[in-house]
């Protein structure tokens, strides 16, 4: 989908008005976001550039990655990248299996030192979790889906 259409949909689900209103925006701006955009593939578009072209641009001109979890977290999820197409066979599989191993002893590491100086876990303890569990869970995951896509399997042709 394109991400006007994504926008569209969302749209469609609560409505222009209601969102421009509680977004403080005018009615024809938001509509427009879910309008194919006018370019020159398609001179008679009449949309402009939506925030989520936006977040890709800027995604694209910082190259950092945060902007994306940060974006998921609020969505109740997280951000997993795609594994790539040839992950590389046994020695692949050992290295993030290691790593793996790593970030989930960085994970008991942050909980053990949480625990030991008063037995509980304060805010600044609590997010040097969340860190180590995030980095962990994303590994897991792209790991998991690279075993799902066949990425190890030797004998896939």
Known sequence: MESWQVIKSALDRVGTKKV??????????VYRWAQPPGDTQQPTGSGVRNPLDRVVQLLELTEERTLIHWLCE??????????????????AVLTQTQEMIHDFSDL??????????????????????????????????????????????????
């Open 20 to 29: 421009a209103s509680r977004m403080k925006l005018s009615q024809s701006l």
């Open 74 to 91: 609020h969505a109740g999820g997280f951000f997993v990248p795609n594994p790539l197409a040839d992950a590389g066979g046994d020695l």
């Open 108 to 157: 008991l590491e942050a909980v053990s030192e949480a625990l030991s100086n008063d037995r509980e876990i304060d805010k600044r303890e609590s997010a040097r979790i969340r860190d180590a569990w995030e980095r962990l869970k994303r590994l897991a995951e792209s790991f998991t889906v690279a075993c799902e896509k066949g990425c190890y399997d030797r004998r896939k042709s």
